[in-house]
């Protein structure tokens, strides 16, 4: 092998290396981390919570943006609040899903206009917008199954957090915008490339660019709505509905569950020789596992 093709094929195994290293242990994208400069920033404005409660008979988590007085829109403290909460999602092993909702009958409004007026300069708004990228980043890349459940307004950064799920329900009066261009901005949190690899380029341009309201009906010929629940938000029921609507999905002891998504996500975001060997790896942590020991010997013999 000549001294370029050595080169090359290093430099591919190092790369394919880092890569699943990162899908694996559900690192920042970014190298740089969040400099404490901007941790400080947003600690300065407190209001609101996240909160998540593990239901462990089932599996699933809820986390909740919990922020009423302000259509749920994100605090500085709120914003290093859900990192954390991400952060406990990574390392729960008997997890299967999790529903990320919003509290009173709306999904949330984006960012609180007080940080945002407080960290305008465009070095600190960098540094947020790194943040949160790195936040629903992870928890796109959560080894659980993701849903954002849309009851009322979904609004800019409210309208991105849904597109770091793996699936979105909306109720009959919901509604998603992304209203960035009227506040002279464009989507900071990633919700544009995510919303390209959802709805298409030509439908992302369309959605941002009109600051569409996207209603049930609109949202599920997009592709962006997977389901419409037949109910409106604050009617508290909707969130049993959620539930009903993910069981399909999590028939399945949790090791399987979590290896599924991995499999998926190396999938969507490896070149596809990698995605193919973290596939064979994830094979083999369920293969000869309990599981499937126990569903081998439910199945009859083959006469």
Same mark, same amino acid.
């Given at each position: 092998?000549?001294?370029?093709?050595?080169?090359?094929?290093?430099?591919?195994?190092?790369?394919?290396?880092?890569?699943?290293?990162?899908?694996?242990?559900?690192?920042?994208?970014?190298?740089?981390?969040?400099?404490?400069?901007?941790?400080?920033?947003?600690?300065?404005?407190?209001?609101?919570?996240?909160?998540?409660?593990?239901?462990?008979?089932?599996?699933?988590?809820?986390?909740?943006?919990?922020?009423?007085?302000?259509?749920?829109?994100?605090?500085?403290?709120?914003?290093?609040?859900? =990192?954390?909460?991400?952060?406990?999602?990574?390392?729960?092993?008997?997890?299967?899903?999790?529903?990320?909702?919003?509290?009173?009958?709306?999904?949330?409004?984006?960012?609180?206009?007080?940080?945002?007026?407080?960290?305008?300069?465009?070095?600190?708004?960098?540094?947020?917008? =790194?943040?949160?990228? &790195?936040?629903?980043?992870?928890?796109?890349?959560?080894?659980?199954?993701?849903?954002?459940?849309?009851?009322?307004?979904?609004?800019?950064?409210?309208?991105?957090?849904?597109?770091?799920?793996?699936?979105?329900?909306?109720?009959?009066?919901?509604?998603?915008?992304?209203?960035?261009?009227?506040?002279?901005?464009?989507?900071?949190?990633?919700?544009?490339?995510?919303?390209?690899?959802?709805?298409?380029?030509?439908?992302?341009?369309?959605?941002?660019?009109?600051?569409?309201?996207?209603?049930?009906?609109?949202?599920?010929?997009?592709?962006?709505?997977?389901?419409?629940?037949?109910?409106?938000?604050?009617?508290?029921?909707?969130?049993?509905?959620? =539930?009903?609507?993910?069981?399909?999905?999590?028939?399945?002891?949790?090791?399987?569950?979590?290896?599924?998504?991995?499999?998926?996500?190396?999938?969507?975001?490896?070149?596809?020789?990698?995605?193919?060997?973290?596939?064979?790896?994830?094979?083999?942590?369920?293969?000869?596992?309990?599981? &499937?020991?126990?569903?081998?010997?439910?199945?009859?013999?083959?006469?």
């Amino acid at each position: 092998m000549s001294v370029c093709g050595a080169a090359r094929c290093w430099w591919i195994q190092t790369r394919g290396a880092v890569s699943l290293r990162v899908l694996q242990q559900n690192r920042t994208v970014c190298t740089t981390g969040a400099p404490e400069s901007i941790r400080e920033k947003l600690q300065a404005f407190p209001g609101g919570s996240i909160d998540l409660q593990k239901r462990q008979e089932s599996g699933i988590a809820v986390l909740t943006v919990n922020n009423p007085a302000r259509m749920n829109a994100f605090s500085g403290c709120m914003m290093l609040e859900l =990192e954390q909460r991400v952060h406990e999602l990574e390392s729960w092993t008997e997890g299967k899903a999790v529903i990320v909702k919003g509290a009173a009958g709306n999904f949330c409004s984006g960012s609180d206009l007080n940080a945002v007026r407080a960290i305008a300069n465009p070095q600190d708004g960098m540094r947020m917008c =790194e943040f949160m990228q &790195n936040t629903l980043t992870r928890l796109l890349r959560l080894p659980l199954i993701s849903m954002a459940l849309v009851e009322g307004r979904a609004l800019g950064g409210g309208a991105e957090l849904t597109t770091a799920c793996d699936f979105r329900l909306m109720t009959s009066n919901g509604v998603i915008q992304f209203v960035h261009k009227h506040m002279g901005l464009v989507p900071g949190w990633g919700g544009a490339a995510r919303l390209v690899g959802i709805v298409g380029s030509q439908n992302a341009l369309k959605l941002l660019s009109g600051a569409v309201k996207v209603d049930p009906d609109c949202g599920r010929q997009m592709g962006l709505v997977d389901e419409v629940l037949l109910c409106s938000s604050g009617e508290g029921e909707t969130l049993t509905h959620a =539930e009903q609507w993910l069981r399909p999905f999590i028939k399945a002891p949790a090791p399987v569950i979590q290896a599924l998504k991995k499999v998926v996500v190396s999938g969507r975001e490896l070149p596809l020789e990698q995605a193919l060997k973290t596939e064979r790896n994830v094979f083999g942590t369920v293969w000869g596992g309990p599981a &499937n020991l126990k569903a081998l010997a439910l199945k009859p013999k083959h006469k």
